[in-house]
């Protein structure tokens, strides 16, 4: 079964992720341990992985932003049919993307990753896309995707999430009705709960 939520019901996946090949570059550590979370900004991809990374000539594929900015003229005439999209860590610089693409609106997909679930990135990310520079295509989350994450990934803009494998995703789908009526304002409903509804005294 497909590990694809997409709107709301589980469907297959027409897009190829592309990755990029393994970094032979050392993991950073500190006090004698790996660092697993990475700076806003930082640099983690090489000059050497962006060149080794090897795109379909067919299809439709999500490529890494480092190899999108270093290949974007190539790309250009895929990005124009709807066959080509871009993935982002969380980590990286969302002012990178918007500074390479003409008009957001024509990308058809941006996926963002989560290597690891160590924080919120990844819901400001959303919200930052589908707000401040009005994003209306398909905003994906994938990697370390949790059923538990699902309500408030919607909220944040989210439409479309791949849950990580060996996970349920007939539970994960289930997750996003788990609250009837969020308070807060958000991506999905800005305006707040006491808002939306008059209270009789």
């Known amino acids: 079964m497909s590990n694809l939520i997409k709107e ?6 027409e897009w190829t992720l592309v990755n990029l090949p393994a970094s032979q570059v050392e993991e950073r550590k500190q006090a004698g ?3 697993l979370f990475k700076l806003t900004g930082e640099q983690t991809v090489t000059d050497e992985q962006i060149a080794g990374t090897v795109i379909p000539t067919t299809g439709k594929v999500i490529v890494p932003l480092s ?4 290949q974007k003229d190539t790309l ?6 709807g066959s080509a999209g871009i993935w982002l860590d969380t980590h990286e610089a969302l ?3 918007i500074s ?3 008009d957001i609106n024509n990308l058809p997909i941006i996926a963002v990753h989560v290597e690891r679930f160590a924080d ?4 400001s990310l959303g919200t930052l896309l589908r707000t ?3 994003f209306r295509n398909e905003l994906r989350a994938f990697g370390d995707v949790l059923r538990d994450q699902l309500f408030f990934l919607k909220r944040s803009g989210f439409n479309s999430y791949l849950i990580r494998a060996g996970r349920s995703a007939e539970e994960a789908l289930a997750s996003l009705n788990d609250f009837t009526i969020p308070y807060q304002g958000a991506v999905d409903e800005p305006s707040p709960v006491f808002k939306r509804y008059n209270r009789v005294v």
């Open 8 to 13: 709301n019901a589980i469907a297959n996946d």
């Open 100 to 102: 390479n693409v003409d």
């Open 95 to 97: 002012e990178t993307l």
């Open 33 to 35: 341990k790996v660092v």
């Open 67 to 70: 190899v999108y900015v270093a």
């Open 120 to 123: 919120g990135r990844i819901f």
């Open 76 to 81: 250009k005439s895929r990005m124009n049919a």
């Open 132 to 134: 401040r520079y009005g």
